[in-house]
């Protein structure tokens, strides 16, 4: 996916230019990765996303997680959903 589909992406135009920026930036760092390494990437993005101070919405964060997986093997979409929702599970630990 490139910068300039991500800016025509109907589903994330109602994003400010900030987090569209971010998003931007995080989805070409995704798409330059190899496969091999993809899910290592992956992870470093949702780190990155979750240490940084613009924060998303949960509705946006799903938007995100969409777009980010959207070109990645099924394998790999299992896997990315299957660390979000540890990811979340351990957030939601006290």
């Not at 987090?19 to 990437?41: G, I, Y």
């Not at 940084?52 to 777009?67: G, K, P, R, W």
């Not at 959903?81 to 540890?86: E, H, P, Q, S, V």
């Given at each position: 996916?490139?910068?300039?589909?991500?800016?025509?992406?109907?589903?994330?135009?109602?994003?400010?230019?900030?987090?569209?920026?971010?998003?931007t930036?995080?989805?070409?760092?995704?798409?330059?990765?190899?496969?091999?390494?993809k899910?290592?990437?992956?992870?470093?993005?949702?780190?990155?996303?979750?240490?940084?101070?613009?924060?998303?919405?949960?509705?946006?964060?799903?938007?995100?997680?969409?777009?980010?997986?959207?070109h990645?093997?099924?394998q790999?979409?299992?896997?990315?959903?299957?660390?979000?929702?540890?990811?979340?599970?351990?957030?939601?630990?006290?």
């Amino acid at each position: 996916m490139n910068q300039k589909s991500i800016h025509q992406d109907q589903r994330l135009h109602h994003l400010d230019p900030e987090r569209l920026t971010r998003l931007t930036k995080l989805a070409e760092q995704l798409s330059n990765t190899p496969d091999n390494k993809k899910m290592s990437t992956f992870l470093s993005i949702l780190q990155e996303m979750r240490s940084s101070d613009l924060s998303f919405s949960s509705n946006e964060q799903d938007l995100l997680f969409t777009v980010l997986t959207e070109h990645m093997s099924d394998q790999e979409k299992q896997k990315a959903m299957m660390i979000r929702r540890l990811s979340s599970q351990l957030t939601k630990t006290p």
